[in-house]
């Protein structure tokens, strides 16, 4: 099994890249994991030329026939538990890995987010990518508690 999360800029030394490398050792019993951090292309003055940019770069590290999570505010919310249940027929009935995909300063690029197999909306407000970051990986450690009936998830 295996999960990869791709997202714009480097997640920089500090109390949220510990939080997140605490997860990723948590979520590595389970799975591999794997962190692909892009460069961002925020500084053009045109963010859907900064979009397509960072798009190209993320198609890069798509994996092929892999069950693609685009996280955009337009998505769809789902619960702890209709998110685990989702990880288990992936990962295991299906045997597909997941990609993850936060985008930059501008969100990801419309063409990605229909190419997405699940459009998910971790909320309606505005989020700093590092809190977006950690809530993913803490989602999807509780998701891997939840399937294996792990008392975490309580």
């Not at 979520?27 to 794997?34: L, Q, S």
């Not at 003055?45 to 993320?58: F, G, T």
């Not at 890069?60 to 337009?74: E, G, Q, R, V, Y």
């Not at 690029?109 to 197999?117: C, F, Q, V, W």
Request: net charge positive; charged share 30%.
């Amino acid at each position: 099994m295996k999960i990869r999360f791709i997202w714009i800029d480097k997640t920089k030394a500090g109390p949220e890249k510990d939080i997140i490398d605490d997860y990723a050792s948590r979520i590595k019993r389970f799975a591999d994991v794997e962190i692909i951090e892009i460069k961002s292309s925020a500084r053009q003055e045109n963010p859907e030329s900064a979009m397509e940019e960072e798009a190209r770069d993320i198609e890069k590290h798509l994996l092929k026939d892999s069950f693609f999570i685009a996280t955009t505010p337009s998505g769809k919310e789902i619960s702890s538990h209709k998110f685990a249940e989702l990880m288990k027929d992936v990962l295991k009935v299906q045997a597909k890995p997941v990609v993850i995909v936060v985008g930059g300063r501008y969100g990801i690029a419309p063409r990605l987010i229909k190419a997405s197999n699940l459009k998910l909306s971790i909320s309606q407000m505005t989020l700093n990518h590092y809190l977006v970051r950690i809530f993913l990986f803490e989602q999807v450690y509780r998701g891997f508690c939840i399937m294996d009936s792990l008392p975490y998830a309580k």
